[in-house]
C-alpha cells in the first residue's frame, strides 16, 4: 500500500494536491530508516504526521503555506547537510515539488495520520546479524560525517560508512576486517576501545545493543544483506593504537611479527603502543611496524 500510494503520487503530478498518505509513503521509502523510534536524529519523527508537526529538538521543520521551511531547504540543498542523510542521490525534483504542494496545500492529513513502518526485530545474541540489521544504526549515527555528504564537508581519512561497499573499503585504513572485530576500527570506536571514540558527538554513545550487533555482524564475516560474507581484504593496511595486552596483542587484537616487522622504541606489556600492518591471505595481520605511542 505504501509503494502504491508513492506511486498514484507521482502520476498525479508533482503539482497535484497531495495529503500525509503520499507523502508519508516517500518519507517511509527515503526518511524513517533514520527519523523514527526513541533514537531518532534531534528526536525528529517522520513516521507520523504528528512527529512532523512536532518537529526536532531545534524547534519547527515545517510549517503550513512555508517555502522557506527547514525541512524543505534540507530536502533541496539550501541547507546542509542535503537530506537525506545518505544522498547522493537525494530526492528528484518530482519528489521535492510533491512535498512542497502538500506543503502549500497546508499539510492535509488525508485518511490516516500515521504511515505504518515495519518494526525492525534486532537478532538476539547468537543470531545471525545481516547487513540489514547494523544499517541503520550507520545512518542514524556515522554518515553524517562519515560520508560525501559529510558536514565536515569530507568524511575524516576518506572513510565512508554510507554503503556495505565503502564500509568494506575503508579509508586510508581498514576500518572492518571480515571475523575479527577486535582488528576493526570501527568496532574500537564505537566500544571505546580507540581514540576519539564514536560518534564524535557523543557522549552520548550508541548503545550497547548496537554496539553487540556491530560486534556480531563483524565477528560473522560482515555478511551482506542476503547473508553472504564479506571476503578477506588481503593486503590491505590496518593501523591499530591501544593498550598492548601481550607483546603481539592490542587490546585483544593479535597480530604477527617477524624479521621484517620494523619495531620502534619496543612497547612493553601495559604500555600505549601502535601497530600498522597487512592483512594476510588467512585473515591474520603482519605488522610492519610496532612503535610505543
Known amino acids: 500500500m505504501r509503494g502504491l500510494a ?3 503520487a507521482c502520476l498525479a503530478g508533482p503539482g ?3 495529503d500525509f498518505d503520499q507523502i508519508g509513503a516517500l518519507f517511509v521509502d527515503r526518511c524513517v530508516m533514520c527519523h523514527s523510534g526513541e ?4 528526536g525528529l519523527r517522520l513516521d507520523s504526521l504528528d512527529g512532523v508537526l512536532a518537529g526536532s529538538e531545534n524547534g519547527p521543520v515545517v510549517a503550513a503555506g512555508d517555502m522557506a521551511s527547514p525541512l524543505l ?3 533541496r540543498g539550501e541547507a546542509e547537510p542535503q ?3 545518505d544522498g547522493p542521490p537525494f530526492l528528484d525534483p518530482d519528489q521535492i515539488a510533491m512535498v512542497e ?3 502549500t496545500a497546508g499539510m492535509p492529513a488525508g485518511t490516516a495520520a500515521t504511515t505504518p513502518v515495519a518494526e525492525r526485530r534486532r537478532p538476539a545474541p547468537g543470531e545471525p546479524v545481516l547487513f540489514s540489521d547494523v544499517q541503520p544504526i550507520f545512518l542514524k549515527a556515522c554518515v553524517k560525517c562519515h560520508s560525501d555528504n559529510s558536514k565536515l564537508g569530507a568524511p575524516p581519512e576518506g572513510l565512508r560508512l554510507d554503503t556495505l561497499e565503502n564500509i568494506l573499503t575503508g579509508g586510508e585504513w581498514l576500518a572492518v576486517l571480515p571475523g575479527n572485530p577486535e582488528m576493526s576500527e570501527v568496532w574500537r570506536r564505537v566500544a571505546g576501545l580507540a581514540d576519539p571514540r564514536m560518534p564524535f558527538d557523543g557522549p552520548p554513545w550508541l548503545p550497547d545493543e548496537d554496539i553487540r550487533l556491530i560486534r556480531d555482524w563483524i565477528a560473522q564475516g560482515a ?3 542476503e547473508g553472504v560474507a564479506a ?3 588481503v593486503g590491505a593496511s590496518v593501523r591499530l593504537r591501544g593498550i598492548l595486552t601481550d607483546d603481539t596483542e592490542i587490546d585483544g587484537a593479535r597480530f604477527t611479527v617477524d624479521a621484517k616487522t620494523r619495531v620502534d622504541d619496543r612497547p612493553g606489556v601495559g604500555d600505549e603502543a601502535e601497530m600498522r600492518g597487512l592483512v594476510q591471505p588467512d585473515g591474520s595481520v603482519r605488522a610492519d611496524r610496532l612503535r610505543d605511542r
Open 6 to 8: 508513492l506511486a498514484l
Open 16 to 18: 497535484a494536491a497531495q
Open 39 to 42: 533514537d531518532a536524529p534531534l
Open 73 to 75: 531547504q534540507r530536502l
Open 83 to 85: 537530506m537525506p542523510l
Open 101 to 103: 504542494a502538500w506543503v
Open 223 to 225: 555478511p551482506n544483506a
Open 231 to 233: 571476503p578477506i581484504p
